[in-house]
């Protein structure tokens, strides 16, 4: 077994090496193969489908229920305000930049690492399945949803997600729905008491005022925000359709269905989801995993962004080195010191949670 001061500096190589190579969503075929190249060199069989790569622990052993280890390696792409090259992976006062390097690549190394840690280690009471996932930033067909038909039951899980190593024992879903709301077209100079337009006043007041009724301990409210609307094309024709997209971030009190259920009998218009797999996650605080991390003075807290939590069945761990507030903007930066901190806490924790 390797000491976990080279791990951390491999791991930290590993990432320099993400971030040198272009992996925008679903376009991540280089960086799955530099993946691959960290399992060959540790002697670690693994699979592969699509740009999703994944490995089992050495005794994996069917009887003993699994944890699985995630984390993606796509990212956005990146903003205007970047003056830095996004793909330069230099380090300057402590801070490594590069695009992706925050979100998610500091905890993919960190969860890789770790998985390498304990490898080898027998008679495990959890198997591990470590999975480096694609399309995560696009919520596409091809990233974690389309391999969990291939891997074992899980019993529970990390995701690797920028939370300053803090456990976010639940997560907001999302169900984003496209609202169309109708009228009867018409010459503007005529009366016509049926306008879209108008009549999607009221949908929108009921979207700002109406709160549900369950408010989650850790979550707090569904929030629903009208986010986009759209209608008409001359200034002299009333529209028949007035149309809204309407952002909805799901607490743990309900899944989509209920909710898209409850807005279609409240409100006068056509409703249709986007999608509805994106449910909201959560784990129990007396969960063994949870519990290790509060031993080692973490806390624990609600997240309000989407991760590829919302596609698991399992009780799932939100947990990872880097900074939120610093997904997605200019000059992305993770200090290295948190992968090293990363590293060390999950395997601190995972010692705990197995009882080693």
Known sequence: ???????????????????????????????????????????????RENNNVWAYNKHFDKSKPTLLLNSHHDTVKPNQGYTNDPFEAKVEDGKLFGLGSNDAGGCLVSLIATFTHFYAVENLPYNIVIAATAEEESSGKNGLNSILKHLPELECAIVGEPTLMQLAVAEKGLLVLDVVVKGTASHAAHNNP??????????????????????SKVLGPVKMTVTQINAGKQHNVVPAEC??????????????????EMVRANVN??????????????????????????????????SPTLSDQSVLYCKSLKLGPGESLRSHSANEFIFVNEIEEGIELYIKILTDFFKL
């Open 194 to 215: 049926d306008n879209p337009i108008y009549n999607a006043m009221p949908v929108i007041e009921w979207f700002k005022n109406f709160q549900f009724e369950k408010i």
């Open 1 to 47: 077994m390797k000491n976990i001061e080279t791990l951390i500096q491999e791991a930290i190589a590993l990432l320099k090496s993400l971030i040198q190579t272009p992996s925008f969503s679903s376009e991540e075929d280089q960086t799955a193969l530099l993946i691959e190249n960290w399992f060959t060199k540790n002697n670690i069989p693994f699979e």
């Open 269 to 302: 218009a056509e409703v249709n989801p986007r999608s509805m797999h994106l449910n909201a996650s959560s784990i129990p605080v007396s969960h063994g995993l949870v519990q290790a991390g509060i031993a080692l003075g973490r806390t624990t807290y609600g």
């Open 243 to 260: 149309h809204l997209v309407v952002d909805i971030r799901v607490n743990d009190c309900y899944n989509n269905t209920e909710i898209l």
